[in-house]
């Protein structure tokens, strides 16, 4: 896809077009994250508090464990649920490439008007302002609330708004533990709780809070641990046979990826699931050190960040699938120890 079509927006630029009143469909990608949720639902706010009438929707549903970012605002984030379709223009967040977007992208005739993303990898499909030093398109989206605010479009940023942002950015940074974390996202969360964020509720429910059944995925991922190439590699494989076993969906399989990446001494860990009885797979990655896996999803039509990046594909079975990603794995190593 061509991508010199599309503008880059300046920060006030994409102010301004916020503040046009058209009815907004705010979208971000399949299998949410709370970076994707709580940006969607923090800008929603800023929207209506602009009177502009905005919803989000998604083409799957948000994560039991992330309701509380939508609690009493919206109950579905489902088209075909209690949303209705209308609207005047349609704004994307925290997802980097149309393939992210899944169902929605095709449903919505390709027709995107503005692209807000933080991601350094992915393809760029309408006028966007995107941000990779930021960790998260939280902190974007605090970005634009502090200029609204500035140029007295909102009259106060009211807590919905702050908790979803500071959830968005505990979130993909791994509560602050991960190298994303700038000395700009601290000082952002600083005032968020300056500002009333209750964080210990927030990170509780982010990282402590989880079903049973989460715990059975992370128990079935951990007998299913494989390491390569002398522990430098790490995987799980999880397929549609187990999920079904387990009777789980993929809400349970989100943080199956910690199992592999928490291993000592592994640069390079990868899960890969699958979601349903077909030859089709989900991959998430992490690294430690400079390995870049955003390039790696990004050449299988995903995207992400340099040390954390999602991507799917296709297969005859999970082994087939997990080998696709150690070869891709295996020649990026390859080629990093012959430049160094």
Known sequence: MTTDYFKKLSLDELCDKLCENKATLIIFHCRPDADA???????????????????CACADEMP??????????????????????????????DSASPGQLGELYERLLKNIDIMIDHHSMGTVYADNYILPQASATGEIIYEIAKKLLEQGKIPYIPPRVTNSIYAAICSDTGSFRYSNAT??????????????????????????????????????????????DGGKIASVTFPYSSKFALSLSDEHLETIINVPRSVAGVEVAFSVRQPEEAPFFRVSMRSEGDFDVSEICASFGGGGHVKAAGCSIEAANVIEA????????RVKMKALKNIK
């Open 37 to 55: 949720v709580g940006s969607a639902f923090a800008l929603r706010e800023l929207l209506r508090l602009m009177s502009i009438p905005a919803i």
């Open 183 to 228: 000395p700009t996202t601290f000082r952002v969360a600083a005032e968020l709780v300056e500002l009333g964020v209750d964080h210990v509720s927030i990170a509780h429910q982010l990282f402590e809070a989880k079903s049973y059944k989460q715990v059975k995925a992370e128990g079935e991922a951990a007998s299913r641990l494989q390491l390569h």
């Open 64 to 93: 039991e464990r992330l309701r509380f970012l939508a609690d009493g605002v919206q109950g579905s984030v489902l088209l075909d649920g209690d949303i209705e379709l209308g609207h005047e223009r349609v704004i994307s967040v």
């Open 322 to 329: 997990e080998e696709k990603i150690l070869e891709a794995i």
